[in-house]
């Protein structure tokens, strides 16, 4: 059973790597795994439920690989910088994460996956940067009086301003980026009482 459960996941990760998600359906995925579309149904309520699993996989993947790209020693806002130019250029690099730039695409995929799993089923935040966080908060490189996880979500907010930049113009959007992060961070780590 196990087996033909990860036989659908390759599957499809192969034609959303390949298709993205519009452009995979169901029947694509089962066809290519050499199984009936009924199939499909008894692992995955939804093409969108997978699809956010693989998702997940890849983000979680990208995140690991920049924790362990960051030279923890440096101050953070060289971190911080480092941290948001490795998610940038990961996430433009995986064709199933650049889906997270198609808004239509991925506001379809999520509201499915959140009706289906819960309003909290969804955090991209990464658990290792929160305890980072904390620790610069407890060797007072960080303000102590914004409860960490507001500061993960002005990062989040930071990270996700990326998906607006056509919004805001082309042109402007890597020079806001730098300043908005150089911005925030120096409000943060401005420990002085």
């Keep these: 059973m196990e087996d033909k459960k990860a036989q659908i996941h390759d599957c499809a990760k192969e034609l959303f790597s390949l298709n993205g998600f519009k452009d995979t359906n169901v029947a694509q ?11 499909f149904y008894l ?28 030279d923890l020693t440096q101050d953070p806002l060289t971190v911080i910088r480092h941290t948001l130019a490795l998610n940038v250029s990961g996430m433009k690099a995986n064709p199933i994460l650049r889906e997270w730039y198609n808004k239509a695409v991925f506001d379809k995929i999520e509201q499915v996956y959140r009706e289906e799993n819960g309003i909290d ?10 305890t980072l966080v904390e620790q610069w908060q407890a060797e ?36 806001l980026l730098e300043i908005m992060t150089e911005l925030v961070v120096t409000s943060l780590t401005d420990v002085s009482e």
Excluded: C, W
């Design 140 to 175: 007072g490189k960080m303000r102590r009086d914004i409860d960490s996880k507001m500061i993960m979500m002005l990062f989040a907010a930071i990270i996700n301003i990326d998906t607006h930049k056509e919004e805001i113009g082309l042109e402007y959007f890597p020079m």
């Design 121 to 130: 089923a969804i955090d991209f935040l990464y658990d290792s940067f929160l």
């Design 29 to 39: 995925i089962t066809k290519k795994a050499g199984m009936a579309v009924g199939t």
């Design 43 to 70: 692992y995955y309520p939804s093409k969108e439920k997978l699809f956010m699993e693989i998702l997940l996989e890849e983000n979680t993947k990208l995140k690991q690989h920049m924790f362990a790209s960051l």
